[in-house]
């Protein structure tokens, strides 16, 4: 049953009063009079607590003004002791529930607290940008024919401010400029005879390492590297040394790099060139750390003496006692290079420019859909495992890579994303990174740095 009240809001429009639901209103100069004080009645809702009044009915009880409005001007004073003259702070609604004033709750990423604004309470929110912000969601998903690719409020991402994913789940720090300006190595290859599509996955099935998950913890730059790393060892020693290598270890032990609030990719490849790496099961990733202190191990470890294990081999390779190292880090560029050097040698390490729709990212190939344009970006590293071409909705044909990104298996397409390839989306073939892994040669009985198969 919904009570009439028109007298209210006719005399609320006529005094230029407003009178939402959300604190206690005050009509004792509308016709005072004694009105409840002669009925009696104030608790509970009860129809028949009413007087007359400007041709319409007014109320005594307590569901006047939880949500009618529609209280007699003598119901604060008479029923619930509250003087005209005292500061009236009831609380605020939201989502049809009440909420008591200086309650504090949180929207998304922001914290709300309900205080007086004016003449009523209401929340005042915090204003930061959110890691899964709800229109960039619905303008990604509008515009899928066009763009390709689809978004979803990710569990793990939501109530979380941008620049949080940004500082703890991107972590690659800019390349100085004399790194980006390195010289990229070029090959002698025929690129007609290049496939269409080409995925590592299956090419060394089995051999490479799955999708990583860096938690709250800017490590990018280590995971990718060390999974690259992990997946060239595999490749290179054709399947006798497969290891997952330590990315903790690149967080606590490399020096000049800020663990957790993110690294250099030059001084990670450094560290591994010059001191290796041991294996996850020596030193396992526990998203944390720096290299102020922090780090467990010698520089020049031995692995028999502190790891528990090298990791499994096969045949013919001795027990390692030296960390896994790799030759020095060289740059590729082009799309065709790039190709090429996963083909042969496995997969590379890419750096790209992260905008805020990327973290919202569900299947199909990504390129930046511009609705967050003005948001704060940053960069992050990824492995690229090949490559291959869709057609979409809208008839357009695109090349992508494909890519493994280090948020977990419940982002994107299983942990893994496709980007446009060609075009340097993002910036993603500006700076790829790989290196030779040092592998057993039986022949000559020691480790060396080996180039993988040539396979065409």
Same mark, same amino acid.
């Given at each position: 049953?919904?009570?009439?009240?028109?007298?209210?809001a006719?005399?609320?429009?006529?005094? @230029?009063?407003?009178?939402?639901?959300?604190?206690?209103?005050?009509?004792?100069?509308?016709?005072?009079?004694?009105?409840?004080?002669?009925?009696?009645?104030?608790?509970n809702r009860?129809?028949?607590?009413?007087?007359?009044?400007?041709?319409?009915?007014?109320?005594?009880?307590?569901?006047?003004?939880?949500?009618?409005?529609?209280?007699?001007?003598?119901?604060?004073s008479?029923?619930?002791?509250?003087?005209?003259?005292?500061?009236?702070?009831?609380?605020?609604?939201?989502?049809?529930?009440?909420?008591?004033?200086g309650?504090?709750?949180?929207?998304?990423?922001?914290?709300?607290?309900?205080?007086?604004? @004016?003449?009523?309470p209401?929340?005042?929110?915090?204003?930061?940008?959110?890691?899964?912000?709800?229109d960039?969601?619905?303008?990604?998903?509008?515009?899928?024919?066009?763009?390709?690719?689809?978004?979803?409020?990710?569990?793990?991402?939501?109530?979380?401010?941008l620049?949080?994913?940004?500082?703890?789940?991107?972590?690659?720090?800019?390349?100085?400029?004399?790194?980006?300006?390195?010289?990229?190595?070029?090959?002698?290859? +025929?690129?007609?005879?290049?496939?269409?599509?080409?995925?590592?996955r299956?090419?060394?099935? @089995?051999?490479?390492q799955?999708?990583?998950?860096?938690?709250?913890?800017?490590?990018?730059w280590?995971?990718?590297?060390?999974?690259v790393?992990?997946?060239?060892?595999?490749?290179?020693?054709?399947?006798?040394?497969?290891?997952?290598?330590?990315?903790?270890?690149?967080?606590?032990?490399?020096?000049?790099q800020?663990?957790?609030?993110?690294? %250099?990719?030059?001084?990670?490849?450094?560290?591994?060139?010059?001191?290796?790496?041991?294996?996850?099961?020596?030193?396992?990733?526990?998203?944390?750390?720096?290299?102020?202190?922090?780090c467990?191990?010698?520089?020049?470890?031995?692995?028999?003496?502190?790891?528990?294990?090298?990791?499994?081999?096969?045949?013919?390779?001795?027990?390692r006692?030296?960390?896994?190292?790799?030759?020095?880090?060289?740059?590729?560029?082009?799309?065709?290079?790039?190709?090429?050097?996963?083909?042969?040698?496995?997969?590379?390490?890419?750096t790209?420019?992260?905008?805020?729709?990327?973290?919202?990212?569900?299947?199909?190939?990504?390129?930046?859909?511009?609705?967050?344009?003005?948001?704060?970006?940053?960069?992050?590293?990824?492995?690229?495992?090949?490559?291959?071409?869709?057609?979409? +909705?809208?008839?357009?044909?695109?090349?992508?890579?494909?890519?493994?990104?280090?948020w977990?298996?419940?982002?994107?397409?299983?942990?893994?994303?496709?980007?446009?390839?060609?075009?340097?989306?993002?910036?993603v073939?500006?700076?790829?990174?790989?290196?030779?892994?040092?592998?057993?040669?039986?022949?000559?009985?020691l480790?060396?740095?080996?180039?993988?198969?040539?396979? %065409?």
């Open positions: 049953m919904v009570r009439a009240h028109t007298w209210l006719l005399l609320a429009a006529l005094a @230029g009063l407003v009178a939402p639901a959300r604190g206690y209103h005050d009509f004792s100069d509308l016709l005072p009079g004694d009105y409840c004080s002669q009925r009696g009645c104030c608790d009860l129809d028949s607590c009413s007087v007359p009044i400007v041709g319409t009915l007014c109320y005594c009880d307590d569901f006047c003004n939880a949500t009618s409005d529609d209280c007699c001007p003598d119901y604060l008479h029923c619930r002791g509250i003087s005209v003259s005292q500061p009236l702070q009831r609380g605020c609604y939201l989502n049809n529930q009440y909420y008591p004033h309650s504090l709750i949180k929207i998304n990423c922001n914290e709300c607290k309900c205080q007086a604004s @004016g003449a009523l209401e929340f005042l929110c915090e204003r930061h940008a959110c890691l899964v912000e709800p960039t969601l619905v303008s990604v998903n509008s515009q899928q024919r066009r763009l390709g690719w689809s978004a979803a409020n990710h569990t793990a991402f939501w109530g979380r401010r620049d949080e994913g940004i500082s703890l789940r991107l972590g690659t720090l800019f390349p100085h400029n004399s790194v980006r300006m390195m010289n990229p190595v070029r090959r002698m290859f +025929d690129a007609s005879r290049l496939p269409r599509s080409f995925d590592a299956s090419q060394w099935r @089995g051999q490479l799955g999708v990583s998950d860096q938690g709250w913890c800017g490590a990018s280590a995971l990718s590297m060390a999974d790393v992990s997946d060239r060892f595999a490749i290179m020693s054709e399947g006798k040394e497969l290891v997952r290598l330590s990315a903790q270890q690149l967080l606590s032990c490399s020096r000049g800020r663990g957790c609030e993110g690294g %250099y990719l030059d001084r990670a490849w450094m560290f591994l060139w010059k001191y290796g790496l041991v294996n996850e099961e020596c030193y396992p990733y526990g998203a944390r750390g720096s290299n102020l202190g922090n467990r191990l010698p520089k020049k470890v031995d692995l028999h003496s502190s790891c528990r294990h090298a990791g499994p081999r096969g045949p013919h390779v001795p027990e006692r030296t960390p896994y190292h790799t030759g020095p880090a060289y740059r590729i560029s082009g799309e065709k290079d790039i190709m090429h050097e996963i083909m042969v040698s496995g997969p590379v390490q890419a790209m420019k992260v905008y805020q729709d990327f973290f919202s990212y569900r299947a199909g190939v990504y390129q930046n859909s511009h609705v967050d344009d003005g948001q704060r970006t940053g960069y992050h590293s990824v492995r690229i495992l090949g490559w291959g071409e869709e057609t979409l +909705d809208s008839g357009e044909l695109v090349k992508y890579w494909l890519a493994a990104n280090s977990g298996p419940l982002w994107g397409e299983g942990g893994y994303f496709r980007i446009r390839r060609g075009n340097n989306e993002c910036e073939e500006d700076f790829v990174l790989a290196a030779w892994a040092h592998t057993y040669d039986s022949l000559q009985g480790y060396h740095p080996r180039q993988g198969n040539r396979l %065409y």
